[in-house]
């Protein structure tokens, strides 16, 4: 039962293993750093992984620059992603007629690297738990849990459900921003200033949320979209008072699934478990923490997770404020705070009289600016922005998309692939230089599906009931661009 | 040389002082003059002879040399005062007569009263519609009205009541008359450009000493003080050695609080809106500013120094008695007369020194960075000190690396005085420059006069306006109006609302309206320097940030994060922040290494899109190309298209450069810089295309050298 036996229904495999280990015949297991479903017997697991390396060396003698990223089967896709040097992660769905060409691969190769990059910044880099300890125990023991936590997001029913067609309308992997005025951004600029001197002469960074938008960072794009992620995965308000029904009957079975493993053996915090569910909640003076009541509390007092954020290179310790739609990640250097939980303590209580004022004011100014849902939505067009250089993107409501025809889904879907290619065509041929790109289509069902590219930045839509010459098709990019974009996808 | 030091005064390292007067002071010290007289309507000093009146323009910048006079006849003289309109002398010649003369034609007509049941204290001229002079009596007020053509005067009103004593101010067209027992009950009237005010009658506050010991108040007890455009009354209680001050409002006199005194004898002058309080027996000056209603002194209690005293190499040290050899009088002695609002007269010594607050002093006493800058931005009397002082405070707050709330709040209080002065000196220009011409020429056109002197000792005591044994007298004065002297009344109820800006513009309103507090004329000089006090955000850039940018180097965040709340009060107060300052922030930004913020900074739009900032992002992007990406959007979105067209082509997109330049006719870009790139990528196809493209936009391309050279080079490579 639980997780593993629903999973293994759909012949969905995710597993990590590392090339550097088990090369010696008869220790071929102990390349396996995670598989998934936990239950699969080994001598498959065995051989998914056998097959997976094999195609990895192989297509190494073509293309040793460039890695391996699918492999197409008649009933299966693998999608391969070398985490870190010589770590792989490769993700293996099945193939039936209904889903054909449901997926995009770059999509599924986003939560590769997504569930890698969240793995990274709460336990480091796989490589440096493997180093830490060769038996891999500490290693394996953090990948099952977190990497089973991650799925479980994905859990609809009994399977596993990845993003489809119906989804090419979002990125992931960017980060969501909420436009403010200039003088609430200034607002929000003073509040940075004071959470950054929460900490005396260090300088504290943060991020500052509302809703699932991101409002400001201090920190730089890889790390910024990290924890944006994490936050909205897990932190705001929506997520945090979420009970995803799919998830709580699982609940139970999560322990057993993720096995006792040697170094969490005794319970879970929050450091260990980030992404368990129901292991966060707020409490009183508005900071969302592990709440040990709810698990198997041994009278401690919640940890503060500290975590690796890679592009900034420094380990900081995290505490997360609420207050309504206002989320506040404030992180602390863990080399400035010496003694710990108890300068955390003083943190908090610096940040509660320095900027509590400001918390209010600002979150009442956003509110009042706040368009609700679907505030970014267009009327008439269905779109996706996305600036992959900063990270960000901006899409039309969840709500406004599914109106749109399943052909006019499929066939952007396609078109995405379709660009996926070309873009990373064009990468390999001249890294430095963008290449503009555009395209419109005419669906089977008469709508225009269009991708743009100009100067790095995309641009998709699809339009339906509209007319139907090209003309139409490129007036409506135009007058988008101008509207919305300051002129980026104008055409020249 | 010990001298030396003497001679900074004030401004002498150790010589701890917040108000000096500046040597050398007005010398007035004629023989033959029968005592020294002030006429505070018109701020003339003085000084009668047997046959002449001589008098100083005290308002005059340097007001020295010979004193102008005037004829008159011969006779005792107990005070003068020059009409309004300095057409008329009124002399008070006795108890029961004040002569009038008409500076023209030299007539005289005297004003008498009756000899036996009342005697005149003293006369003023005013500038109410209805009459030109009140007398004040014994048994009451008399209104007069003058008519120049005639010389002659009559009768307009006569208010009946008995008075001990009086104070009058011209400043605050407010008249206090004294009756009681103890001198302790009070009615009051404002005689203003606007008509007559009743003021409700009141009573002081005096505690009694013993049980059956009634003290009696004096009038030198008691003093009218304008400040802010507010009118406030002083009055000592030597029981208890407190200072009880009192507001005046249309419908009430409130009592604001009780300050503390070092002296039995206390004397007020009010400087640049500053009341200063004498402690004449400790010799010391206690500075008050009342603006927000806070009656804390500005500073502690200090002497007055005299700034700028010869050099005398036998002083030995600057003591205060050292000085005063040094001038030749007691500082605070007993010659010393205090004249409304900011001199004094030395009647002993025959000088006549202008007070000044040592503004630097005062901002170097406090470390408290915002109430400083307030207190200076209140300022008017010297404008550029004011400014240097407040630039130098939030320099050194930054330098010190003062909390960012603090700094904010200091940079806030700046901005937030240059729009309110902005706002003044732009909506009504025409009314403060009316008021400017009031303030300087204001006081010669009209004449009232006070008294300065007693008539047994000439030339040693020049007194206050009030005396109860001699009189002053009352006259008229031409109506002038709008002369900035309007005195707008107010009651207690919209009292909080009362700050300046409030009452400039309360006084373009119907000048009777009730409910106001009651003010007077003083506020004229706001806005008459507001021009030269507010710091502009530009100045602040100018003088603030580029001359703390290279010592802060060390700490950038700090920098970046004082400039934030400095835009954030830009913004709010609506104003535009100078480029460079946006320059200044991307560059710091960028040299710490925090693109990302330079990116969301312009994203939403903290830093406004501009040409200076486009190119400054172009330059850093030197170093990381999506930066220099924001300044080329930043181009392109602020439609600097020869500046886009150079960046695309330096970038390489010489293809997308051409084709931005056909959609937005560039001609300015060289066609050889193009065809430069074109070869360099060495592709013929390229090439040619861009020498057809060139040929069909630009017809005379076809002469230039470029055109054949390139054909040249493209007929090789193919």
């Excluded at chain 1, 193939?95 to 969240?118: D, M, P, Q, T, V």
């Excluded at chain 2, 004329?521 to 100045?539: D, F, K, N």
Aim: aromatic share 8%; net charge neutral; hydrophobic share 40%.
């Amino acid at each position: 039962m639980g997780l593993s036996s629903a999973a293994a229904g759909d012949g969905t495999q995710l597993c990590v293993f590392d090339l550097r280990r088990g090369q010696q015949e008869g220790q071929e297991l102990d390349k396996i750093l995670f598989f998934h479903p936990a239950d699969c017997p080994i001598l498959l697991q065995l051989s998914v992984i056998g097959l997976c390396e094999g195609i990895v060396t192989f297509t190494r003698i073509f293309s040793p620059e460039e890695d391996c990223e699918v492999i197409e089967s008649e009933k299966h896709s693998h999608v391969f992603y070398q985490a870190e040097t010589d770590i792989w992660m490769v993700l293996v769905v099945e193939k039936n007629k209904e889903n054909e060409l449901a997926w995009r691969c770059n999509a599924l190769h986003g939560i590769l690297k997504e569930a890698h990059s969240l793995f990274a910044m709460f336990h480091g880099p796989i490589r440096t738990l493997l180093d830490r300890q060769p038996s891999a125990e500490l290693a394996r023991g953090h990948l099952r849990t977190f990497i089973t936590d991650y799925l479980s997001d994905f859990n609809v029913g009994k399977k596993l459900q990845f993003p489809t067609y119906r989804d090419s309308l979002k990125e992931r992997g960017t980060v969501q921003m909420l436009t403010v005025s200039r003088e609430v951004a200034l607002d929000v600029q003073s509040l940075t200033t004071v959470l950054g001197s929460c900490l005396g002469n260090v300088t504290c960074q943060s991020l500052v949320l509302f809703e699932d938008l991101l409002v400001s960072t201090t920190l730089p794009p890889d790390d910024t979209l990290n924890l944006y992620t994490y936050a909205v995965l897990r932190l705001t308000p929506r997520a945090l008072y979420a009970n995803a029904s799919s998830w709580s009957y699982l609940r139970k079975g999560t322990s057993v699934s993720a096995g006792p493993t040697s170094s969490s053996s005794n319970g879970t915090t929050a450091g260990e478990r980030p992404l368990l569910r129901d292991n966060l909640s707020k409490g009183k003076d508005g900071f969302v923490a592990a709440d040990f009541a709810a698990t198997e509390a041994r009278g401690a007092v919640p940890l503060t997770p500290i975590l690796w954020f890679q592009q900034a290179e420094e380990r900081m310790y995290l505490c997360i404020y609420q207050h309504k739609s206002l989320t506040i990640l404030l992180l602390v250097p863990a080399s400035s705070l010496i003694n710990g939980e108890e300068g955390i303590a003083h943190v908090k209580k610096q940040m509660l009289e320095n900027a509590s004022q400001k918390i209010v004011t600002v979150e009442q100014k956003l509110t009042r600016g706040w368009g609700g849902e679907n505030a970014y939505h267009v009327s008439g067009y269905r779109y996706l922005l996305v600036d992959p250089e900063r990270r960000i993107s901006r899409a039309s409501p969840p709500g406004k998309v599914t109106t749109l025809a399943k052909d006019s889904l499929l066939a952007l879907n396609m078109l995405r692939q379709e660009v996926d290619l070309e873009k990373s065509r064009y990468k390999r041929g001249d890294p430095c230089h963008d290449k503009d790109f555009e395209a419109c289509i005419r669906t089977k069902n008469n709508a225009w599906v269009i991708a743009k590219i100009s100067r790095g930045r995309e641009l998709y839509m699809a339009l339906e009931k509209g007319g139907e010459t090209l003309l139409y098709a490129s007036t409506a990019v135009e007058k988008f661009s101008n509207r919305y974009c300051e002129g980026a996808f104008s055409t020249d | 040389m010990l001298g030396n030091q003497i001679q900074g005064g004030l401004g002498t390292p150790g010589a701890l002082s917040h108000a000096y007067v500046q040597h050398p002071p007005l010398r007035c010290d004629i023989p033959d003059i029968r005592g020294l007289f002030y006429d505070d309507a018109n701020k003339f000093l003085i000084a009668p002879t047997a046959d002449r009146i001589l008098y100083w323009k005290t308002t005059l910048s340097t007001p020295s040399g010979p004193p102008n006079s005037d004829p008159v006849n011969e006779g005792p003289v107990l005070s003068v005062r020059y009409s309004l309109d300095h057409k008329a002398i009124g002399i008070q010649r006795s108890r029961h007569e004040i002569e009038f003369r008409n500076r023209e034609t030299g007539e005289t007509c005297s004003k008498k009263c009756r000899a036996d049941s009342e005697t005149i204290l003293g006369f003023f001229w005013t500038d109410c519609p209805t009459c030109d002079v009140i007398l004040v009596k014994t048994s009451g007020l008399d209104l007069l009205a003058y008519e120049p053509q005639s010389h002659a005067f009559h009768l307009v009103e006569s208010k009946k009541f008995n008075v001990s004593w009086y104070l009058y101010t011209h400043e605050s067209r407010l008249i206090l008359l004294a009756s009681g027992m103890q001198c302790t009950m009070f009615t009051g009237y404002q005689f203003s450009a606007g008509g007559i005010v009743k003021i409700p009658k009141f009573e002081m506050m005096m505690s009694k000493s013993e049980a059956n010991n009634k003290p009696v108040l004096a009038a030198d007890d008691v003093h009218i003080v304008t400040v802010y455009g507010r009118i406030y009354c002083l009055q000592l209680d030597r029981v208890s050695m407190s200072l009880n001050l009192y507001r005046f409002y249309r419908d009430a006199v409130v009592q604001q609080c009780t300050l503390p005194t070092y002296s039995s004898r206390i004397a007020v002058s009010a400087v640049d809106n500053i009341i200063m309080v004498h402690q004449i027996d400790a010799k010391v000056v206690i500075l008050y500013d009342v603006s927000l209603d806070s009656y804390a002194p500005v500073s502690a209690p200090l002497p007055l120094l005299v700034r700028g005293l010869p050099i005398n190499s036998r002083q030995v040290s600057q003591t205060a008695d050292s000085q005063s050899s040094a001038y030749g009088g007691t500082i605070y002695g007993e010659g010393w007369n205090f004249l409304i609002p900011d001199l004094i007269c030395d009647a002993e010594n025959g000088l006549l020194w202008k007070l000044h607050l040592d503004l630097e002093a005062i901002a170097a006493s406090s470390s408290d960075a915002p109430s400083i800058l307030e207190f200076l931005q209140r300022r008017k009397s010297d404008p550029s000190m004011v400014k240097t002082l407040c630039l130098a405070i939030v320099r050194t707050i930054i330098l010190e690396r003062r909390s960012v709330p603090t700094v904010a709040k200091a940079m806030d209080i700046v901005l937030d005085s240059y729009t309110r002065l902005m706002k003044m000196g732009g909506a009504f220009p025409g009314v403060r420059r009316t008021h400017e011409q009031n303030q300087q020429s204001g006081s010669q056109p009209n004449e009232g006069s006070h008294v300065v002197s007693q008539e047994s000792s000439p030339g040693t005591a020049v007194r206050p306006d009030v005396n109860p044994d001699q009189a002053s007298g009352a006259v008229n004065v031409s109506v002038q109006s709008n002369s900035g002297v309007e005195h707008a009344i107010d009651s207690i109820s919209s009292d909080s609302a009362d700050n300046r800006s409030d009452v400039v513009d309360k006084r373009h309103q119907a000048v009777g309206e009730a409910s106001r507090p009651l003010s007077s004329g003083t506020l004229t000089q706001h806005g008459q320097h507001a021009g030269t006090v507010a710091i502009s955000p530009i100045e602040m850039f100018q003088s603030v940030f580029t001359l703390v940018e290279d010592e802060m180097m060390g700490d950038p965040a700090y920098l970046i994060a004082v400039i934030t709340e400095f835009l954030r009060s830009v913004s709010k107060s609506g104003l535009k922040a100078p480029h460079n300052l946006y320059v200044m922030m991307a560059t710091l930004l960028a040299r710490s290494n925090r693109y990302a913020e330079i990116a969301l900074f312009v994203s939403n739009k903290i830093l406004e899109p501009c040409k200076e900032l486009a190119m400054q992002l172009m330059e850093l992007g030197l170093q990381h190309p999506p930066t220099r990406k924001l300044g080329m959007d930043m181009l392109r979105e602020r439609g600097l298209h020869h500046d886009y067209v150079t960046a695309m082509l330096q970038e390489g997109y010489y293809l997308e450069a051409l084709r931005y330049a056909r959609k937005y006719k560039v001609i300015t870009v060289q066609p050889a810089l193009f065809l430069e790139k074109a070869v360099a990528k060495n592709s013929a196809h390229n090439l040619a295309a861009v020498l057809s493209f060139f040929c069909e936009f630009t017809p005379s391309f076809k002469t230039t050298s470029d055109f054949g050279r390139y054909r040249h080079i493209l007929s090789e490579m193919v």
